[in-house]
């Protein structure tokens, strides 16, 4: 019987010079951010780190410690001179962005490094489309603090950028004008009620980048849980791409997610379709450790 299955494949962004995974292990990983290095929890390192506590205790300028009640939450503990915001670059031939970095109670400091590879493919993917069409509409769903929405915008895209925190929106906005780009639209809503809105008015796209959460909040309370939605997203996703020219990127972190459920849901929601590429993101830390950070799925027409 034949498989339509992808090809399975890993991905690590290659490009960066300001970050770097230097460990990983114990439950933690061990990153630099431009000129500061960061203790962080990471629930996938479940093997022993390569270096021992006291070099970490040594090496870094900032440790997040987990709340007892709550895992996701905590405080950073800072060694004297560590500041609580600064800038890094991503900068390759095609790219040249710039990201605020902050230290947030959840442990996140402003960017997802392993997503350079989708930076990258998006700027490509958009330069692309342009050489045969002079309009490119991207739709960056469950947006963060916008890399995405950046690379597409440097390549030449209108960038519809959605999430459903103002404050986070707000960091996106620093980051486009730090990355010195303008005229990105910013909507502050529920993905779910943004994209049933833009199918009813007919609108596409010739861009769709979706990053969900496992778990998430719309902007009036509305529930976002990834198993049970995923797949009426797709579903509008279908009517919003446009049929002829398009790409569309679909990454997962979630523990229960792997790359074949994936590979069946970008199936029956798009059927056959082309250039497909699916796989795992990763980071590989200094001791040649690979660290798992989601499952995704792309394709494109061209």
């Known amino acids: 019987m034949t498989s339509h299955t992808s090809h399975i494949q890993l991905l690590t962004p290659e490009l960066w010079k300001e970050y770097e995974l230097l460990d990983s292990g114990g439950f933690e990983k061990l990153e630099r951010f431009g000129n500061y290095i960061l203790s962080r929890p990471e629930p996938q390192a479940v093997w022993d780190k390569s270096l021992t506590t006291e070099e970490w205790e040594k090496r870094a300028h900032a440790f997040f410690r987990k709340e007892k009640n709550n895992p996701e939450k905590g405080q950073w503990e800072l060694k004297r001179g560590m500041i609580e915001r600064w800038w890094m670059n991503y900068q390759t031939h ?53 890399g995405a929405s950046l690379a597409a915008r440097q390549a030449g895209a209108d960038v519809t950028h959605v999430d459903s925190v103002k404050q986070v929106i707000s960091w996106s906005r620093e980051n486009m004008e730090g990355s010195s780009l303008d005229n990105i639209r910013w909507i502050v809503e529920d993905a779910m009620k943004f994209v049933k809105r833009e199918v009813r008015r007919g609108n596409q796209y010739q861009g769709i980048i979706l990053d969900p959460p496992a778990y998430g909040r719309g ?22 791409v446009d049929p002829e020219k398009h790409f569309l990127i679909l990454n997962v972190y979630s523990l229960g997610f792997s790359s074949l459920i994936v590979d069946n849901l970008i199936r029956s929601n798009f059927g056959i379709v082309q250039n497909p590429e699916m796989g795992e993101l990763y980071l590989n830390d200094s001791f040649d450790k690979k660290l798992p950070l989601g499952v995704f799925y792309r394709f494109a027409t061209i």
Not at 119 to 145: E, G, H, P, R
């Open 219 to 240: 902007a009036d309370g509305e529930k976002w849980i990834l198993e049970e939605q995923i797949n009426e997203m797709l579903k509008l996703c279908q009517q919003l």
């Open 94 to 146: 095609d790219l040249k962005l710039t990201f605020k970095m902050a230290l947030s109670s959840f442990k996140h400091v402003g960017i997802f490094p392993e997503q350079a590879v989708n930076w990258d493919y998006i700027a490509a993917k958009v330069k692309a489309l342009k050489n045969t069409n002079s309009q490119v509409s991207v739709l960056n769903l469950f947006a963060y603090t916008g």
